[in-house]
């Protein structure tokens, strides 16, 4: 029998923090279902969610406000254990009676807060102890701070400059910090969060990566019955892992279809068809499709244009291929958590950051399948979780995010055949060092750019005249805004001095060091 790994869940609430999600993977990595909706949701919806627990997130507003987002009384009504995080800690305060104001400087960053009180939140954890009293190290990040307690709620933790760091009151089984736990600065916060789904809300550790997959199989089984399913595989995460999962739950009914594009790493094709077609047995269609997208591209220089004909000529192959196979039910697709979020929150008109670049292969809405969407409920951690406990090799599921468009956007200016392979051994060089140095995994995302401009160079006794190449790594939590990575001086000459001398057609190369803002990762 399957566990109901749905069966005890936590409910977070969402007043727009830009830690909110992070507050789910907390809550996950204890081994917790958790879902994140918005803080004006129907009262239906928190009823019939019917959760173990509540957690309010931080948010930017100011309680003060006369449209500031308020607790619903369906929450409270619930009778279940609230944990108030930030502006969570503030909305409770208000709600409660106690007194919300502006602290007199915005405080943000490290704090060491005195445990009050002991209670079930802290729960015995310390940081340093002295004159007997214990200390935590905490990340605050904050405006206003509550002043003054609601009755009932004792003081449970305190800095100088936020007296009322901290409160609870244990008969109501409601904690609130002003500081935030979900954040790895706070050096204890996933203990902390953890006494408060499994002590406090009683909650046990079902979501699993094994678990998850029993219950991932069975759901899917259960909707696609004896039907065939279709997949775009690129080679991606999300994609390799929705196929691994697949082919676990119904072996040959999954079909994918991988569109070559000619734009792709060195022998990033050949790598998939032999990981999923001949170790893994999966039915793959390999679309070779290299003339085709080079030929739409030629003479084409503008970037987004470019993007254009890559994601269209994608949707073309993608259907021509899907026409050929016979009474295909549904398609499937590696959506995650994070995109249902976004989604919904802009619906809500929230105001959340929405990227601007989305995958390409993105398909027509008019598409006559029916979705299967194994990953709609998980963060990309736990995707990469997933694919680990499926037998996916660390390498392919610990990967960098590699973009729709592939090399199309990494030569600039117009896209050929000639610049594209001397690209895919340029950044074949550079992964292979990064990896022999043990830096790739300290990078976010590591590639090469094609200049289609040449410089002079000198090599033995001859003159060479040939094409620049730029290398670009850089270390970012989010995509949105990044570093570029301090990678060691002889790592970059060992990768400099080997491209030259193994490729002939490059004479020389550069090292991006710019940031995000105001440079993107990509150059185009
Ligand atoms: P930028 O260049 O905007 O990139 O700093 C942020 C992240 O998005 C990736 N990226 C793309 N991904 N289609 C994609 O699927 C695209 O057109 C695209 N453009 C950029 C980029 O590689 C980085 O991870």
Not at 97 to 126: C, M, Q, T, W, Y
Not at 465 to 481: C, G, H, P, Q
Request: aromatic fraction near 8%; include cysteine; glycine fraction near 8%.
């Amino acid at each position: 029998m399957t566990i109901d790994i749905h069966s005890q869940k936590i409910l977070i609430i969402d007043f727009g923090s830009q830690y909110t999600q992070l507050i789910g993977r907390r809550v996950r990595e204890a081994g917790v279902y958790c879902e994140i909706l918005p803080w004006d949701l129907d009262d239906n919806v928190i009823k019939d969610f019917a959760p173990s627990g509540v957690i309010l997130s931080g948010g930017p507003e100011s309680v003060a406000f006369d449209d500031a987002p308020t607790i619903s009384p369906a929450l409270l009504a619930l009778d279940v254990p609230i944990l108030g995080i930030c502006y969570g800690m503030q909305a409770l305060a208000e709600h409660f009676g106690g007194k919300v104001e502006p602290s007199a400087k915005h405080e943000f960053g490290f704090a060491r807060v005195a445990i009050e009180k002991d209670n079930a939140l802290f729960n015995g954890i310390s940081d340093h102890a002295e004159s007997g009293k214990n200390y935590l190290d905490v990340w605050m990040s904050h405006g206003d701070k509550v002043v003054a307690m609601p009755e009932g709620f004792d003081l449970i933790a305190s800095t100088e400059s936020a007296p009322i760091a901290a409160m609870a009151s244990e008969s109501k089984k409601i904690y609130a910090v002003q500081f935030h736990p979900e954040v790895t600065h706070t050096l204890q916060g996933q203990r902390l969060i953890e006494h408060f789904v499994h002590g406090i809300c009683g909650c046990d550790s079902l979501w699993t990566p094994e678990n998850i997959i029993d219950d991932a199989i069975a759901t899917i089984r259960e909707q696609v019955k004896d039907q065939k399913v279709l997949l775009g595989l690129s080679g991606g995460v999300d994609s390799s892992v929705v196929a691994a999962l697949l082919h676990k739950a119904i072996g040959d009914q999954l079909t994918c279809v991988f569109v070559d594009n000619g734009l792709l790493r060195l022998n990033e094709g050949d790598n998939v068809m032999q990981m999923f077609s001949d170790n893994m047995g999966v039915k793959v269609i390999r679309a070779d499709s290299e003339a085709l997208f080079l030929g739409k591209l030629e003479g084409v220089s503008d970037p987004e244009q470019k993007r254009k004909i890559i994601g269209n000529t994608f949707i073309e192959v993608f259907d021509d291929e899907a026409a050929k196979l016979k009474d295909v039910k549904f398609l499937a697709q590696g959506t995650i958590y994070p995109d249902v979020i976004e989604s919904a929150a802009s619906k809500h008109g929230k105001a959340h950051v929405i990227k601007s670049h989305h995958n390409v292969g993105g398909l027509p809405d008019d598409m006559a399948f029916e979705l299967v969407e194994p990953l709609r409920e998980l963060f990309k951690d736990e995707v990469r979780k997933l694919g680990l406990a499926l037998g996916l090799p660390y390498d392919m599921v610990y990967r960098h995010p590699f973009p729709g468009p592939g090399l199309g956007v990494r030569i600039l200016g117009e896209v050929k055949k000639e610049y594209a392979d001397v690209l895919r051994q340029a950044d074949a060089i550079f992964m292979e060092e990064l990896h022999a140095a043990d830096w790739y995994h300290k990078t976010s995302q590591a590639f090469a750019v094609f200049l289609p401009v040449k410089s002079v160079g000198v090599v033995g006794d001859g003159r060479r005249y040939a094409w620049v190449v730029s290398l670009r790594a850089v270390e970012t939590i989010d995509f949105m805004t990044a570093r570029w990575a301090h990678l060691p001086y002889e790592l970059l000459e060992k990768v400099s001095s080997r491209i030259i001398n193994e490729i002939s057609d490059v004479s020389r190369v550069t090292y991006d060091i710019s940031s995000k803002p105001p440079a993107t990762i990509e150059w185009e």
